[in-house]
């Protein structure tokens, strides 16, 4: 064979047993698989789907959930024999958990160990070899790759799966691959999506030919609530406790909305079970943060019935066999974005009704099911939007344009997005970028916007940590960072929440929570790393080894710039100033001020808002800055860090004496800066 094979003649003629490694021998377990794999929906149209493939560059291809797009789709890419040598199929999921999950499962399918022939890739976690040639990772990391790799050459098949999820990443990867596809003739594109939005990308993309694959839905009985439910959590445990005793066999799925509520929900489902004397029933919790070996026990077949309590991942990204009742309290957690108070939050909100019916749509996968709508029809009908909106209008678009100017894309207003954000957001973006110094007057990216573009945090992070080696504090600011991007530390089981809580007092620091996270985060190398003294100190081991793991990837990243790890005297009184000042060199949009008692509001949209009960700061000083805005029961600010007014004058001058700041916010920094001087 040929291996500089890069016309598309060449390689439809390729063999394409003669480089994929093929075995001798498969696996029992592969024939059985394959079995249930030919009984997938798409398999019906392998051949289409081949035909039309290789006769178009781009091709959009809709499905039910569960009818075998993800796993199959890409083989069937590989059958075709489009793939040459040394090159590869990436397929891009919104979830990481998505692309773990299925990379795992399609290697299974085709008898390979995970992250050989097969592998995935999401932020800070590679799991791939030479030899891969398929490669599921999330949108934001082939976004990633193209700005190392800007006519993305180490693919001959992208597939853009889940495109109907409509998330910033993907938004934008349509917009670059359209580019590099009109350079590329040799690049295929396959986009794919569960619901019909499929005219949409079709016109996108010019024409691009559809191909339908029919769904096998079998009919779901919808049930809804008569009065609005108060407490939607308690209606669900109620829910799921009422199917378990009264219904037939069949698993449940519960659609919740965050890590903490599902955790707490599974543990109330199963002591009502026990204290019931109900059946068996097996409860089993799924978000993005689960690891791995938890992860894929959703999978595994059991005697008893199954309850399965997730986020949205469920919705349409992970098909479970074997649902039939579905719990639909009918809210997901989602972004906002407020250009005008530059606020991003993460809220719990309704849902729509496309989300509301593919949700219900998992009841009938395998058989007739019921979901029940833990609201009431009207609310259905009339509050309910009828499609959420795509998140690039939704979300701050400071990461997203940093990246873009860094890929040389300089006129964003002309950039072909599917749905243009609104001026506001972009020049908000732009805002935000020179505040922090990653673009000059001109909107130029200055050397500092080139290097925050290269770590993979947002650009408020990776402010810091540049800003940290000057601040002598870098070895300081990583762990911080890498600390915050991992998933929570602090474990809180629910039978021994005031042992834990006592637990994390002996790591609480004076200043803060971020200095919380820094004090753990020694403790846990002083101790060896030991998963023993971990678990006696209520600490989640899995996610400070990950901190860990994050922590080295991004002091090569500074090492890479010549940027020093270091850090200064622990006695002098500079030591936490410095590492404080740069938290305010990244964070200076994320500050609140004490109001009275214990209410502040936070400096720009003027929110009222309170410390998260989590909280180490036992004070109150007039000035904090937080991490995240959380909306719960209350308005809540989460890893709040005791400041000075005057680093906001001295770090970020030019964004606290902006005009367009509201009335009090302005009263706010006039009172302060008279006073500083
Ligand atoms: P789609 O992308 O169209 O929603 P998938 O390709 O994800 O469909 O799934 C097709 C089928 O493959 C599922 O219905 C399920 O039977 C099976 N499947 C997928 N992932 C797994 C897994 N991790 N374990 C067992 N079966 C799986
Ligand atoms: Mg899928």
Not at 139 to 151: A, Y
Not at 276 to 296: D, E, F, H
Not at 340 to 355: F, N, T
Not at 568 to 597: H, P, T
Request: glycine residues 4%.
């Amino acid at each position: 064979i040929s291996t500089n094979s890069s016309t598309t003649d060449n390689k439809a003629n390729l063999n394409i047993n003669d480089w994929i490694p093929k075995k001798e021998t498969y696996s029992k377990r592969y024939y059985e698989i394959l079995e249930k794999r030919k009984e997938l929906p798409v398999w019906k149209q392998k051949e289409d789907f081949i035909n039309m493939v290789k006769k178009n560059q781009v091709v959009v291809l809709v499905g039910e959930t569960g009818s075998g797009k993800t796993t199959q789709i890409p083989q069937f890419v590989v059958d075709a024999g489009l793939i040459s040598p040394g090159k590869m199929v990436g397929v891009t999921q919104p979830r990481r958990v998505a692309a773990i999950s299925v990379a795992k499962r399609v290697s299974e399918e085709m008898d390979f160990e995970l992250g050989q022939e097969v592998g995935y890739s999401i932020r800070f976690e590679e799991l791939s070899s030479p030899k891969t040639f398929m490669k599921y990772l999330t949108d934001g990391m082939l976004l990633r790759e193209s700005m190392g790799d800007p006519t993305l050459s180490r693919y001959d098949v992208i597939i853009l799966d889940e495109a109907h999820e409509r998330t910033l990443s993907t938004d934008i990867l349509f917009g670059l691959i359209k580019d590099i596809l009109k350079r590329r003739k040799d690049l295929k594109l396959i986009v794919m999506s569960a619901t019909l939005e499929a005219g949409k990308f079709q016109k996108y993309f010019e024409g691009a030919p559809l191909i339908k694959v029919p769904g096998r839905l079998h009919p779901v009985e919808i049930f809804y609530t008569e009065k609005a439910e108060r407490d939607y959590l308690e209606a669900a445990i109620r829910t799921v406790v009422e199917i378990h005793k009264h219904e037939d066999e069949g698993d449940i799925l519960v659609f919740l909305t965050g890590e903490e509520e599902i955790e707490d929900t599974c543990a109330k489902i199963q002591r009502e079970v026990r204290e019931g004397r109900l059946a068996p029933l097996k409860c089993l919790p799924l978000y993005s943060t689960l690891p791995i070996y938890q992860q894929s026990k959703i999978f595994d077949s059991v005697k008893e019935r199954k309850c399965i309590v997730s986020t949205n991942i469920a919705e349409t990204s992970l098909t479970i066999d074997g649902i039939v009742y579905v719990v639909d309290p009918g809210f997901s957690k989602q972004k906002t974005y407020n250009p005008r108070s530059r606020v991003e939050s993460l809220l719990v909100a309704p849902i729509s009704k496309a989300s509301a019916n593919q949700r219900a749509g998992r009841a009938g996968r395998t058989r007739p099911g019921k979901c029940f709508r833990l609201y009431t029809e009207k609310a259905f009908q009339e509050d309910l939007i009828q499609q959420t909106y795509p998140e690039i209008l939704r979300s701050n678009l400071a990461s997203v344009v940093l990246q873009l100017l860094k890929l040389g894309v300089t006129d964003l207003v002309h950039f072909d997005f599917m749905d243009p954000p609104v001026p506001d957001t972009l020049i908000r973006a732009l805002e935000v970028l020179h505040f922090l110094g990653a673009l000059d007057d001109e909107g130029q990216l200055t050397k500092v916007g080139t290097i925050m573009a290269e770590f993979p945090l947002d650009p408020q992070l990776s402010k810091m940590l540049i800003e940290s080696s000057e601040r002598s504090c870098s070895n300081e600011i990583l762990t911080i960072s890498a600390m915050l991007s991992a998933p929570n530390v602090f474990m809180r089981p629910k039978d021994n929440r005031l042992e834990a809580d006592a637990s994390k007092k002996n790591f609480d620091h004076f200043d803060g929570d971020h200095l919380t996270l820094l004090n753990v985060y020694h403790a846990f190398k002083k101790n060896g790393e030991d998963p023993t003294w971990c678990y006696e100190n209520f600490l989640n081991h899995r996610a400070l080894k990950q901190a860990d793991s994050v922590r080295s990837q991004l002091a090569r990243i500074l090492t890479r710039f010549k940027l020093q790890l270091v850090s200064g005297d622990v006695n002098s009184r500079q030591y936490y100033q410095n590492i404080k000042k740069c938290l305010v060199a990244g964070f200076f949009m994320q500050v609140a001020k004490l109001e009275k008692k214990n209410i502040y509001f936070t400096l720009g949209d003027e929110q009222q808002v309170i410390f998260h009960p989590s909280t180490g700061l036992t004070r109150k000083p007039e000035w904090v800055i937080y991490n995240e805005f959380v909306l719960t029961s209350e308005n809540y600010i989460r890893t709040v860090t005791d400041i000075k007014f005057e680093w906001l004058s001295e770090v970020a001058p030019g964004y606290i004496k902006q005009k367009s700041f509201p009335k009090k916010t302005k009263e706010a920094i006039q009172r302060n800066l008279k006073y500083t001087k």
